[in-house]
């Protein structure tokens, strides 16, 4: 019976197994956690979601609104949860986030093909006689030994960046008086029970001196690790605020802080600066700091962030903190099959492989875990068309430029161009995504995924 093992039950290697499990093959799918703990994780769940609730944007218009809808007709499992623990978020994909890694772990372990081993793998799994498979998705915080051993088998020194998480705050310490409910620009997918739209953000609202304070508290306090603003190396998309405030009095207000779309239902206007917070279990008793990311000492967070008018006696259930992201070069390293480029048995998912976000994690350990059962069984790898969301990650993935390489988020930016796009920006938009979904749908059928798109449309 063909076989694959699956290092890391995260977002990448839940997907992966799920997949593998669905083509017939035997899956052995390693998680370290709970007997060796990583700096993050909680619990002892597959597929914890370590920092934002949110899988980001679900509408066509949207990028990784269409990879969510690209990966659900592949049937994917972390869709599946995703959709089922949905909680308000206006025209984003929020999730309660115990119910989702409970939902993906009960159903990875009640799956008759994948068995579940609670163990650390320390080196990349050697070639198997036998002709097993394996896939490395151990996340952006692989454990020190098999980190060493990754490095000793790309051939190079690991490349790594800094990263932030948000804080999330109890809901009932916020101060509603002093916040209103609205989405921007009134986007929101759910609706009061009158049938008008709702709002899905709690929004602070500043003054211009409320801001001015709020800003010198922030450049003045003190991080938990002195870091070297010019030099450290945070992704763009998910900078400290301390760091951006660092970079000008109004980045904020640019960023973040921004208030268009915005109105305050007392003041009829809009206020100059906010702070949004979302909602982030299905109780509605966490709200998390949207793009608060921060690295400041936790005395400090409280001190900073109760300066935010409906804060002041905010109850802190997380504080905001800073981690390490291994990831591999993946241009030198893998082929757009998530495969390596010297062993065609050993395939990389996930963060580590170099792409960035919970969504983007799963999309690749679902075509790797395609890829291994294939592999497995004697049939060849395949690589999705580069016009789809999840084939464009891929051919980013294995093709960019090597030199510098960063992570990255899905955008349309890298997914193959229309032969004659209109000037409209959201009729070009909705152009590439149905050309994805039609040859998402073909090519699907041409590599006779069985039963995939009939389980993904019930
Ligand atoms: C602090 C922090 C905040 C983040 N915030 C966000 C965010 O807000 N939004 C977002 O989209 N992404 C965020 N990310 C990135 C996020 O980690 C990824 O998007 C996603 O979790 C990656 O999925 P993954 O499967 O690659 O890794 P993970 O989900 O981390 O899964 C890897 C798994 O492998 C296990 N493991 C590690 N080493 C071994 C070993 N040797 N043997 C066996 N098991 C092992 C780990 O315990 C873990 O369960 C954040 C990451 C961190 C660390």
Request: with cysteine.
């Amino acid at each position: 019976m063909p076989a694959v093992r699956i290092i890391g039950g995260g977002l990448a290697g839940v997907e992966a197994a799920w997949q593998a499990a669905a083509l017939g093959v035997e899956v052995s799918l390693y998680e370290m956690r709970p007997g060796r703990a990583t700096a993050v994780h909680k619990t002892s769940n597959l597929a914890e979601l370590v920092c934002s609730n949110s899988f980001r944007g679900d509408k066509l218009d949207n990028a990784v609104g269409l990879l969510k809808e690209e990966m659900r007709r592949l049937g994917s499992l972390v869709m599946r949860a995703a959709d089922s623990a949905r909680v308000p978020a206006g025209a984003a994909l929020a999730v309660d986030r115990v119910r989702f890694a409970e939902a993906v772990t009960e159903a990875i372990e009640a799956h008759p093909r994948i068995t579940v081993i609670r163990a650390e793998v320390p080196s990349v799994p050697a070639a198997s006689p036998d002709g097993a498979t394996a896939v490395v998705a151990t996340g952006p915080l692989t454990s020190d030994a098999l980190s060493e051993d990754i490095a000793a088998f790309v051939g190079a020194r690991h490349l790594y960046f800094y990263d932030a998480i948000s804080p999330i705050v109890l809901a009932e310490s916020i101060d509603r008086s002093k916040v209103f409910r609205a989405s921007r620009w009134d986007r929101s997918v759910w609706t009061s029970d009158s049938g008008d739209p709702r709002g899905d953000y709690l929004n602070c609202p500043l003054t211009a001196e409320e801001y001015q304070r709020f800003f010198e508290a922030l450049v003045g306090a003190e991080s938990a690790t002195v870091h070297d603003f010019d030099s450290e190396r945070f992704f763009e998309g998910c900078l400290p605020i301390e760091v951006m405030a660092h970079r000008g009095r109004d980045t904020l207000r640019f960023g973040p802080m921004k208030p268009v779309g915005l109105v305050d239902p007392r003041t009829g206007r809009r206020p100059y600066a906010a702070v949004q917070l979302r909602q982030d279990t299905l109780a509605g008793d966490h709200f998390s700091l949207v793009g608060f990311q921060t690295q400041l000492k936790w005395a400090e967070q409280a001190r900073v962030l109760r300066l935010i008018p409906g804060l002041e006696q905010a109850e802190f259930v997380r504080f905001g903190m800073v981690h390490r992201n291994t990831y591999i070069n993946g241009p030198t390293v893998l082929q757009s099959t998530w495969q390596t480029r010297t062993r065609a048995d050993l395939f990389f998912a996930g963060q580590v492989s170099g792409v960035e976000g919970y969504v983007e994690s799963a999309a690749s350990g679902l075509l790797a875990g395609l890829n291994a059962a294939r592999v497995a069984a004697g049939l060849a790898p395949v690589a999705a068309p580069r016009t789809t969301a999840i084939g464009a990650l891929a051919h980013y993935v294995s093709h960019a430029e090597s030199s510098g390489y960063q992570p990255t988020n899905i955008t349309f930016g890298i997914m193959a161009p229309l032969e004659t796009p209109p000037r409209d920006r959201a009729r070009r938009k909705m152009l590439i995504a149905e050309r994805a979904l039609g040859d998402l749908d073909r090519w699907a059928r041409e590599i006779g995924l069985r039963g995939a798109l009939e389980a993904a449309h019930g």
